[in-house]
T-cell receptor, first 112, second 113 residues
Framework: GQQLNQSPQSMFIQEGEDVSMNCTSSSIFNTWLWYKQEPGEGPVLLIALYKAGELTSNGRLTAQFGITRKDSFLNISASIPSDVGIYFCAGQGGTSYGKLTFGQGTILTVHP | EAGVAQSPRYKIIEKRQSVAFWCNPISGHATLYWYQQILGQGPKLLIQFQNNGVVDDSQLPKDRFSAERLKGVDSTLKIQPAKLEDSAVYLC???????????FGPGTRLTVT
């Protein structure tokens, strides 16, 4: 089946630093989604990408849909303590509408 | 707009017992999903409903798990009998349609002892 490789697994950064994380897939996706999950809560949608090469921002967050359709990137600029959480990428491929495949998550810790 | 509602938030049961989880999707969302999230992993899709019909249940352990979505709105996921390895967070999500982004509820944390 489809597999997603998300990296890094964890990051420890200082407040104010920029953050980059990425996902790569063994197969082509038509949609990439980025979610954030905090302890005891469900994933919250951050950014949705629908076209290869698409670059989309949501405040300090920017995500890109790779032109090969097998990867995606998420950047967070000027991190703040409330950015702490687990970030997941998720992809949807082919005609498997609705069937999201999730990465393993990136645990982000921000030191004030 | 109200989000996806789930109950209960926490449940502790002994192995071989049964348990049921309830989900109320965002109003007007045709598609409803149940995911299982084991500690340290990303969510894994168990079953997908389009209105009140099952679209994909290929990853649902049908010998012990069942789900229904009567009237195309609320949904219930049941486990009977539970095993230790069923300990996980069960997440419900909904979307306008299968092609659109999914919104998740807070989840139910199940502990099987």
């Amino acid at each position: 089946g489809q597999q997603l490789n998300q990296s890094p697994q964890s990051m420890f950064i200082q407040e104010g630093e920029d953050v980059s994380m990425n996902c790569t897939s063994s197969s082509i996706f038509n949609t990439w989604l980025w979610y954030k999950q905090e302890p005891g809560e469900g994933p919250v949608l951050l950014i949705a990408l629908y076209k290869a090469g698409e670059l989309t921002s949501n405040g300090r967050l920017t995500a890109q849909f790779g032109i090969t359709r097998k990867d995606s990137f998420l950047n967070i600029s000027a991190s703040i303590p409330s950015d702490v959480g687990i970030y997941f990428c998720a992809g949807q491929g082919g005609t498997s509408y609705g069937k999201l495949t999730f990465g393993q998550g990136t645990i982000l810790t921000v030191h004030p | 707009e109200a989000g996806v509602a789930q109950s209960p938030r926490y449940k502790i049961i002994e192995k071989r017992q049964s348990v049921a989880f309830w989900c109320n999707p965002i109003s007007g969302h045709a598609t409803l999903y149940w995911y299982q999230q084991i500690l340290g992993q990303g969510p894994k899709l168990l079953i997908q409903f389009q209105n009140n019909g099952v679209v994909d249940d290929s990853q649902l352990p049908k010998d012990r798990f069942s789900a229904e979505r009567l009237k195309g709105v609320d949904s219930t996921l049941k486990i009977q009998p539970a095993k230790l390895e069923d300990s996980a967070v069960y997440l419900c999500a909904s979307s306008q349609d299968r092609r659109y982004e999914q919104y998740f509820g807070p989840g139910t944390r199940l502990t099987v002892t």
